[in-house]
């Protein structure tokens, strides 16, 4: 999420920051990102289109970043989890539609994702659940129809786009993989039998251990978040790498993602260790975010191994990862595409 960056209180912040001043702070994050040896994120969900315009600029070589792939407006039933209206006075916000990613019924689904394309993006996201950050007393349950989840993936199918989901309940991602959805962002509670319908339907699970540990750190402070989500941040977040460990176990394939944005931007590094603290080697960690990834970003064959004829993107480090996953952090040298950032 390079449109923007958790703060202590917020929530204001979308009744403060105009999108030019949010670009420009965008633009930052992304700088920090690829100096972090990240020379390619998935975006999956931005804010007022800024994600799709620093791609754009990024592409361009007006802005030094990595190369985004983006999903645009996050889509959400009304009052879902991507409702950026929730808890606010409608005579202020208004009540969203297709426009602002808010979906109900099977027309309304067709016409977000159509919009969605029409802006340009690389993928569509949805809400498959609620969530922890947004407004909203559930964190869990699950969002969307099967009927809509269907009409979102074949329409998406249409433009050649992906569908991810986020989710923290198993049915609501289990509907979602069920019905067609590529990866699931979280899986905080998922089940051993939703894990098989991933691995039968080769659906990625997207871990973002960072992101739970760190909501939790961040609601054991005063006044960071409002009471309803430090209270979900406290029972959702310190879930997740353990789940990560079963699904890791079972044979769930698995893709590198932070849900950076949650926690600081440049901190993404930090997911190798969780991951191998819950028990996978370093160097299945390194392929999630490597083959994996592109993989997932039907991008292999441009990046995500060192090959002659792929994007010469190159990351060194000046200790031995597999001996110490916190040396992923502490990146020495960065390429991409041929282009020294960092020496």
């Known amino acids: 999420h390079l449109s923007g960056q958790s703060r202590k209180a917020g929530y204001i912040d979308k009744f403060t920051t105009s999108p030019a001043r949010r670009a420009l702070m965008a633009a930052s994050y992304a700088e920090r990102t690829l100096m972090a040896g990240f020379t390619s994120v998935r975006d999956v969900g931005g804010t007022d289109l800024v994600d799709i315009d620093l791609r754009d600029a990024i592409n361009a070589g007006d802005v030094p970043g990595p190369r985004m792939f983006v999903a645009g407006k996050s889509l959400s039933i009304t009052g879902g989890h991507a409702d950026g209206t929730n808890g606010y006075l409608e005579k202020y916000v208004g009540v969203p539609a297709e426009p602002d990613g808010v979906v109900d019924g099977t027309d309304s689904a067709v016409r977000a994702v159509r919009i969605a394309r029409k802006r340009g993006v690389d993928l569509i996201k949805i809400t498959a659940t609620a969530g922890v950050l947004s407004r909203q007393a559930d964190g869990t349950s699950a969002h969307f129809t099967d009927e809509e989840i269907r009409a979102i993936v074949e329409t998406a199918d249409t433009f050649g786009l ?3 989901a986020h989710a923290h309940g198993d049915e609501g991602m289990r509907r979602a ?5 590529k990866s699931i962002e979280h899986g905080t509670y998922m089940s051993e039998e939703t894990m098989d319908v991933m691995i039968d339907k080769g659906a990625y699970l997207i871990p973002t ?8 750190d961040s609601a054991r402070i005063e006044n960071y978040y409002i009471p309803i989500v430090a209270r979900k941040a406290m029972e959702v977040g310190p879930v ?3 789940t990560f460990g079963k699904a890791f176990r079972r044979g769930v394939p698995i893709a590198f993602g932070t849900d950076a944005g949650v926690f600081p931007h ?3 590094a930090l997911e190798f260790g969780y991951m191998v603290e819950a028990g996978m080697p370093f160097m299945e960690a390194l392929k999630t975010a490597t083959v994996n990834a592109a993989t997932l970003l039907n991008q292999y064959d441009n990046f995500g ?9 190159i990351v060194a480090v000046q200790e031995d990862p ?3 996953a916190s040396a992923a952090t502490r990146v020495s040298f960065v390429m991409k595409q041929g282009t020294v950032y960092a020496e």
């Open 162 to 164: 992906k569908v991810t």
């Open 209 to 216: 251990i960072t992101a739970g540990k760190s909501v939790a």
């Open 240 to 242: 997740i790498q353990g």
């Open 177 to 181: 993989v069920l019905n067609g959805v």
């Open 322 to 324: 597999r001996a110490d």
């Open 266 to 268: 440049g901190l993404n």
């Open 305 to 313: 191994s060192l090959e002659a004829g792929k994007y010469a993107d």
